[in-house]
């Protein structure tokens, strides 16, 4: 599993680290070129693939990408 996160458009509003089932995002404490403390996927081998986050985000931050076995 892959979590994509475009730092530079995330407006640090906090909805997908809520909205994340398996707390797999961070606010963190660096800026983006906006000003934003954006989020990281901390824990991204915790994800699930349920998809939550890419639909949630208000800016199409997230992307994610299903990696075959
Ligand atoms: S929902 Fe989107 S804009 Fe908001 S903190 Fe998460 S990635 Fe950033
Ligand atoms: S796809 Fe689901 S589990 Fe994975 S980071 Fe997004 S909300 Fe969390």
Redesign the pocket.
Same mark, same amino acid.
């Given at each position: 599993m892959a979590v994509y &996160?475009d730092k530079e458009?995330?407006?640090?509003?906090? #909805?997908? &680290?809520n909205?994340c089932p398996r707390q797999v995002?961070k #606010?963190t404490e660096h800026v983006n070129k906006k000003g934003?403390n954006?989020?990281e996927a901390e824990k991204e081998e915790d994800c699930i693939s349920c998809g939550i986050?890419e639909s949630?985000?208000?800016?199409?931050?997230?992307h994610i990408e299903k990696t075959e076995n």
């Open positions: &996160v458009l995330c407006k640090s509003c906090s #909805i997908c &680290v909205a995002f #606010i934003y954006y989020v986050c949630i985000c208000p800016d199409f931050v997230i």
